[in-house]
């Protein structure tokens, strides 16, 4: 049984940092691509960024570069997103995903394989 468990998410003042893990557990760890989503209340799942099988290549969403790390171990089978410098509109429910091919990029959310059960991040003002 495949399983993804996000942790790590919480209350954070503006200009914070949090850091996400997602931990994989029933598959090849290093046989996929790993990436973030979020979604805030009301609004669409966002992609926020992926990194591939070895972790020497990653991408990122427009509004968390430079803020945002993806970063994995596959000794651990947990996937990590350090968050620096949180603002209030990263408030969301974080998700993470796996997939067999790495994109830089969004692909069709019915595309990926596996998916976390989220994590909320709160981000107060």
């Known amino acids: 049984q495949v399983q993804l468990v996000e942790s790590g998410g919480g209350l954070v003042q503006a200009g914070g940092s949090l850091r996400l893990s997602c931990a994989v557990s029933?598959?090849?760890?290093?046989?996929?691509?790993m990436n973030w989503f979020r979604q805030a209340p009301g609004k669409e799942r966002e992609f926020v960024s992926v990194i591939n099988w070895n972790g020497d290549t990653t991408f990122y969403t427009d509004s968390v570069k430079g803020r945002f790390t993806i970063s994995r171990d596959n000794a651990k089978n947990t996937v990590y997103l350090q968050m620096n410098s949180l603002k209030p509109e990263d408030t969301a429910v974080y998700y993470c995903?796996?997939?067999?091919?790495?994109?830089?990029?969004?692909?069709?959310?019915?595309?990926?394989?596996?998916w976390g059960q989220g994590t909320q991040v709160t981000v107060s003002s």
């Open positions: 029933g598959l090849i760890f290093s046989n996929y691509a």
């Open positions: 995903a796996a997939v067999r091919v790495f994109v830089p990029g969004k692909l069709r959310e019915n595309l990926y394989n596996y």
